[in-house]
């Protein structure tokens, strides 16, 4: 499905453990992400999904072991370095978390101001080509999140995480709220921007639709760590309860019926 090359890790996490308090919600995780696949990272609720997300693009430090982004540790490079890779990565977290009281514009535009320090003018410009790349029309540049559709506000921040040109994506529930249509629309978008400019994408999701149509691999979180990471195909036919409700319950056939009336 994707120009992966293999052996080529983006990712690489090892022996990680998350804990807040008393709570452990990861030990001894391992995970890799391949240059140029889609994988999506699916698991019960409360299996740390998110939490894994924001380890991996530096926010949350593992209690123990490591993380390499690019083949640096996100936690210990000098401030040049921290810019870098900042640059390197795009980020749509849940709800979009625009801020609410800058118009779409002015919050794609702000992460070109501040790391790539262009001008006001330059970044506006910029913007506008984000923008329209995300899939939006161009009156929205001018409105304020409040204004926005929900399917509209996923494509804004689309377009912010996009601005600084990364080289991988990272997508936290990024079709959770919109109708079915919307949802499917955003999930050819990100295989489009995939295809086009070469993204590596990691997606937390909970959506099979969006399983069978963009991901080239899947990785399942149970038990502190990633209990399979491989094809739809393989993981759907492991051995596991949680596996077998999750992709052979009533919504697993549905998206899998869907797949297929797809392919026809």
């Given at each position: 499905?994707?120009?992966?090359?293999?052996?080529?890790?983006?990712?690489?996490?090892?022996?990680?453990?998350?804990?807040?308090?008393?709570?452990?919600?990861?030990?001894?995780?391992d995970l890799d992400?391949?240059?140029?696949?889609?994988?999506?990272?699916?698991?019960?609720?409360?299996?740390?999904?998110?939490?894994?997300?924001?380890?991996?693009?530096?926010?949350?430090?593992?209690?123990?072991?490591?993380?390499?982004?690019?083949?640096?540790?996100?936690?210990?490079?000098?401030?040049?370095?921290?810019?870098?890779?900042?640059?390197?990565?795009?980020?749509?977290?849940?709800?979009?978390?625009?801020?609410?009281?800058?118009?779409?514009?002015?919050?794609?535009?702000?992460?070109?101001?501040e790391h790539a320090?262009?001008?006001?003018?330059?970044?506006?410009?910029?913007?506008?080509?984000?923008?329209?790349?995300?899939?939006?029309?161009?009156?929205?540049?001018?409105?304020?999140?409040?204004?926005?559709?929900?399917?509209?506000?996923?494509?804004?921040?689309?377009?912010?995480?996009?601005?600084?040109?990364?080289?991988?994506?990272?997508?936290?529930?990024?079709?959770?709220?919109?109708?079915?249509?919307?949802?499917?629309?955003?999930?050819?978008?990100?295989?489009?921007?995939?295809?086009?400019?070469?993204?590596?994408?990691?997606?937390?999701?909970?959506?099979?639709?969006?399983?069978?149509?963009?991901?080239?691999?899947?990785?399942?979180?149970?038990?502190?760590?990633?209990?399979i990471n491989d094809?739809?195909?393989?993981?759907?036919?492991?051995?596991?309860?949680?596996?077998?409700?999750?992709?052979?319950?009533?919504?697993?056939?549905?998206?899998?019926?869907?797949?297929?009336?797809?392919?026809?």
């Open positions: 499905m994707s120009a992966v090359h293999p052996g080529e890790n983006i990712v690489e996490v090892r022996g990680v453990r998350n804990q807040f308090g008393a709570q452990v919600v990861h030990d001894g995780l992400v391949r240059r140029g696949e889609v994988l999506a990272i699916v698991g019960g609720s409360g299996t740390g999904k998110s939490v894994l997300l924001r380890t991996i693009i530096g926010l949350n430090p593992p209690a123990a072991g490591v993380v390499r982004l690019f083949g640096q540790n996100p936690y210990t490079p000098t401030d040049g370095e921290r810019a870098s890779l900042e640059r390197r990565i795009g980020v749509l977290f849940q709800q979009g978390a625009l801020f609410s009281s800058l118009t779409v514009t002015e919050n794609v535009a702000l992460p070109l101001i320090r262009l001008s006001k003018e330059e970044a506006a410009q910029l913007a506008a080509l984000k923008i329209a790349l995300a899939g939006l029309p161009p009156g929205a540049g001018s409105k304020l999140p409040a204004e926005l559709s929900g399917g509209m506000i996923k494509r804004a921040a689309l377009a912010r995480a996009l601005a600084l040109d990364p080289d991988i994506l990272f997508l936290d529930e990024p079709t959770a709220g919109l109708d079915p249509v919307g949802a499917a629309a955003f999930d050819r978008l990100i295989l489009t921007l995939r295809d086009a400019l070469g993204l590596t994408v990691f997606l937390v999701t909970h959506d099979l639709d969006t399983l069978y149509t963009i991901a080239d691999r899947i990785a399942v979180l149970a038990n502190r760590r990633v209990l094809t739809l195909a393989v993981v759907a036919a492991a051995d596991d309860a949680w596996i077998r409700e999750y992709f052979h319950g009533p919504r697993g056939r549905a998206a899998l019926t869907a797949a297929h009336a797809r392919e026809r």
